[in-house]
């Protein structure tokens, strides 16, 4: 056989693109309130509790009962891409890919989306008429998942703790609630007897290993989450944040939340398209962009769960 067959091999390329492992786009839309903005911010207004007065005499005078207004303001963000394909990019790999590039364009900006969202349900919101004020998460809203005197990954306590801080504020029932961890947080959480027995919930955990909603909360898996950044100390035995022995520092910031304790502020939903630039040697650019900023409504809506890291 002549040796210099070789020149004659077949070679196969695929008329596919495959898009490698990634988040296919936002996560936590769903799970927040959404209001369009228009202009570079907007104030929200917040109506709290009132009490009421006991009328002790007849023909008394009407009292005049303050009720409480508080505002909270998003701000937007500014969020672009784009990439551009040559003609010869074209010819040269035998495939079109503008329509996998609007894919990976758009997935992006839902990436970023949940990092505004996460960012907002942790960092310290907007306050007063004027914008001019600030509310950070305070320690009363945080707790560590604790296990056998230490730090822990997130367990079922913690879940419990977690939803006893929100029902104590009397937030309504009725409004859906949600935890978004990591996959290491998901699969400790899945170890425990409760999350997976059929006495306990539902056999989807048992079967495919997916947890949808337990102690009221409505699990959204995703790998974004901050970690705590300085000294924190908790308690080890109760989890409680501010005081013990115990320093979250490195730890994972799992958020669990009611739904509009959250605020995303829409000023442009992602919006994409595709164009020629003559400017480019007529290559085909693929751009997308959006503006939105997210806050945290209420604190009492919003619990910081700290948990081991991997």
């Given at each position: 056989?002549?040796?210099?067959?070789?020149?004659?091999?077949?070679?196969?390329?695929?008329?596919?693109?495959f898009?490698?492992a990634?988040?296919?786009?936002?996560?936590?839309?769903?799970?927040v309130?959404?209001?369009?903005?228009?202009?570079k911010?907007r104030?929200?207004?917040?109506?709290g509790?009132?009490?009421?007065?006991?009328?002790?005499?007849?023909?008394a005078?009407?009292?005049?009962?303050?009720t409480?207004?508080?505002?909270r303001?998003?701000?937007?963000?500014?969020?672009?891409?784009a990439?551009?394909?040559d003609?010869?990019?074209?010819?040269?790999?035998?495939i079109d890919?503008?329509?996998?590039?609007?894919?990976?364009?758009?997935?992006?900006?839902?990436?970023?989306?949940?990092d505004?969202?996460?960012?907002?349900?942790?960092?310290?919101?907007?306050?007063?008429?004027t914008?001019s004020?600030?509310?950070?998460l305070?320690?009363?809203q945080?707790?560590?998942?604790?296990?056998g005197?230490?730090g822990?990954k997130?367990?079922?306590?913690a879940?419990r703790?977690?939803?006893?801080?929100?029902?104590?504020s009397?937030?309504d029932?009725s409004?859906?609630?949600?935890c978004?961890?990591s996959?290491?947080?998901?699969?400790n959480?899945?170890?425990?007897t409760?999350?997976?027995?059929?006495d306990?919930?539902?056999?989807k955990a048992?079967v495919?290993g997916?947890l949808?909603?337990?102690?009221?909360?409505?699990?959204?898996r995703q790998?974004?989450?901050?970690?705590?950044?300085g000294?924190?100390?908790?308690?080890?035995?109760?989890?409680?944040?501010?005081s013990?022995?115990?320093?979250?520092?490195?730890?994972?910031?799992?958020?669990?939340w009611?739904?509009?304790?959250?605020?995303?502020g829409?000023?442009?939903d992602?919006?994409?398209?595709?164009?020629?630039r003559?400017?480019?040697?007529?290559?085909?650019?693929?751009?997308?962009?959006?503006?939105?900023g997210a806050?945290?409504?209420?604190?009492?809506?919003c619990?910081q769960?700290?948990?081991?890291?991997s």
């Amino acid at each position: 056989m002549s040796t210099q067959i070789t020149t004659a091999f077949v070679q196969q390329y695929g008329s596919n693109v495959f898009h490698l492992a990634q988040q296919k786009g936002s996560r936590l839309r769903g799970g927040v309130r959404t209001e369009m903005v228009v202009g570079k911010s907007r104030y929200f207004d917040r109506i709290g509790a009132a009490t009421a007065q006991k009328r002790t005499s007849r023909h008394a005078d009407t009292p005049q009962i303050d009720t409480p207004h508080s505002r909270r303001r998003v701000d937007l963000e500014s969020f672009e891409y784009a990439d551009l394909i040559d003609d010869q990019d074209k010819i040269r790999t035998l495939i079109d890919p503008t329509n996998d590039y609007v894919l990976a364009a758009v997935w992006a900006l839902g990436r970023s989306m949940d990092d505004e969202i996460i960012a907002a349900h942790g960092g310290t919101a907007v306050t007063g008429e004027t914008g001019s004020g600030s509310q950070s998460l305070g320690n009363a809203q945080k707790l560590a998942s604790v296990s056998g005197g230490a730090g822990s990954k997130l367990n079922v306590q913690a879940l419990r703790r977690a939803k006893k801080i929100i029902d104590a504020s009397d937030v309504d029932p009725s409004i859906p609630r949600y935890c978004s961890p990591s996959a290491e947080q998901m699969e400790n959480l899945l170890s425990e007897t409760e999350t997976t027995s059929s006495d306990y919930n539902s056999v989807k955990a048992l079967v495919q290993g997916e947890l949808d909603t337990f102690l009221g909360f409505k699990f959204i898996r995703q790998e974004r989450n901050l970690v705590q950044s300085g000294s924190l100390s908790f308690n080890q035995t109760s989890g409680a944040v501010g005081s013990g022995s115990g320093d979250a520092d490195t730890y994972e910031k799992v958020p669990a939340w009611a739904h509009d304790g959250m605020l995303l502020g829409l000023g442009k939903d992602i919006n994409a398209r595709i164009s020629e630039r003559d400017d480019k040697s007529y290559a085909t650019q693929v751009y997308a962009c959006m503006d939105l900023g997210a806050v945290r409504m209420e604190e009492e809506k919003c619990v910081q769960i700290l948990c081991v890291p991997s």
